[in-house]
């Protein structure tokens, strides 16, 4: 497939595809594929084409209801951390917390997935050469950021540099960006997934394997043996030689999700969606050069300012990261069941601090970014 955009593609064309919603649910059990039951009908499996390419992103329905969680392991990456002392112990208690079902991406976004976002700078630049044009009103739900180019490619996408690699190196505002953006062009909404969404989709339990850990609170995973490990995750004790973040290369979750654990590790919203900082996004479920205790579904690790330390620039680029961390974080996207309301999208797309806020808006005022609609 091209890694350029088809530009002879009409957003118009696109967006009456999207709002077939056949394509997402039907009134009947499907005779057969995955499906859930909600109260809008029987969700099943769908190809979000991505409008101007060919590239497509496989939705896949995760049941709701009441799931059990337990709290995240928080894994400390800082340089004088510990590895051995290193984790958050757990608490023993674990939450019951409802879910409504949601779509989740069938493996990490590829970088030929991400590849048309990443032009969108140079899309509107083209249109918009005169910077005395004023652009869209920053913040305003209608219009998204296109980040600048990597500054080293080379470097950035070190592990990915296939078309069917995950897309790493993208910081957390980057990621909800993407989901902004396709959103503006698709006309279904989509976003980062909250952390129990994330971990709900990982663990993919049936209610009886729910009811079973509730007896045994103590047990951190039911999926936390190597050798399941081996099966379902690239990380560092199956990693090959030459470090790749390829997706689809071992076998999927019971719910059809690739590389859930291990491989990149993925950015999430926390349920709090009160971070109120630059740094401090969460990822989950460890990557390929993680040990197998990292790697889990409640596997957590933080950004922080060590994630920017190679970058050249001043003010460190909000959109793109450069420390080994960054270089193996991607993210996976979420299609909720219902609208989001008004304040939803602020929590999914929007950025979560003044500081990055600051950030953003002097790199577009420099002209490293720009703002404008999605088309």
């Known amino acids: 497939m091209s890694w350029f955009l088809i530009l002879t593609s009409t957003i118009a064309s696109a967006n009456a595809n999207a709002d077939d919603n056949t394509l997402r649910w039907q009134d009947t059990p499907p005779a057969s594929g995955k499906f859930v039951r909600s109260d809008r009908g029987y969700m099943i499996a769908y190809d979000q084409l991505i409008p101007g390419t060919n590239e497509i992103i496989r939705m896949i329905p995760v049941p709701g209801g009441i799931v059990r969680l337990q709290p995240p392991i928080e894994i400390d990456n800082s340089e004088d951390a510990i590895t051995t002392e290193s984790k958050t112990p757990r608490k023993k208690e674990a939450?019951?917390?409802?879910?409504?079902?949601?779509?989740?991406?069938?493996?990490?976004?590829?970088?030929?997935?991400?590849?048309?976002?990443?032009?969108?700078?140079?899309?509107?630049?083209?249109k918009r050469p005169d910077k005395s044009v004023k652009p869209l009103e920053f913040g305003h739900v209608d219009g998204v950021t296109g980040p600048t180019e990597v500054y080293a490619p080379d470097i950035h996408f070190q592990f990915a540099m296939q078309p069917d690699a995950a897309a790493p190196s993208a910081?957390?505002?980057?990621?909800r960006q993407y989901t902004k953006w396709l959103s503006l062009l698709t006309k279904h909404e989509y976003r980062l997934p909250m952390r129990s969404q994330w971990q709900h989709a990982c663990r993919a339990e049936s209610a009886r394997n729910q009811a079973a850990e509730k007896q045994a609170t103590e047990s951190p995973t039911p999926t936390s043996n190597e050798t399941d490990l081996d099966r379902h995750a690239v990380y560092f004790g199956n990693a090959p030689a030459y470090l790749t973040l390829l997706v689809r290369r071992k076998l999927p979750n019971a719910w059809g999700l690739f590389d859930m654990r291990g491989n990149a590790a993925e950015w999430v919203i926390e349920d709090t969606a009160a971070t109120g900082m630059r740094d401090g996004h969460v990822a989950m479920g460890g990557h390929l050069d993680s040990d197998a205790e990292d790697c889990q579904c409640d596997s957590m690790i933080r950004s922080n300012e060590s994630w920017w330390d190679d970058d050249p620039d001043f003010l460190r680029s909000p959109w793109w990261m450069t420390s080994n961390d960054g270089l193996m974080t991607g993210f996976r996207i979420i299609a909720p069941l219902a609208p989001m309301s008004a304040q939803e999208k602020q929590i999914a797309w929007e950025p979560d601090s003044e500081e990055l806020l600051d950030d953003v808006e002097s790199r577009i005022d420099e002209g490293r970014g720009i703002h404008d609609r999605a088309q």
């Open 95 to 126: 939450t019951e917390i409802k879910l409504a079902p949601f779509w989740i991406s069938e493996t990490e976004i590829t970088m030929e997935q991400l590849m048309p976002y990443r032009q969108l700078y140079y899309r509107i630049k083209k």
């Open 171 to 175: 910081s957390q505002y980057t990621a």
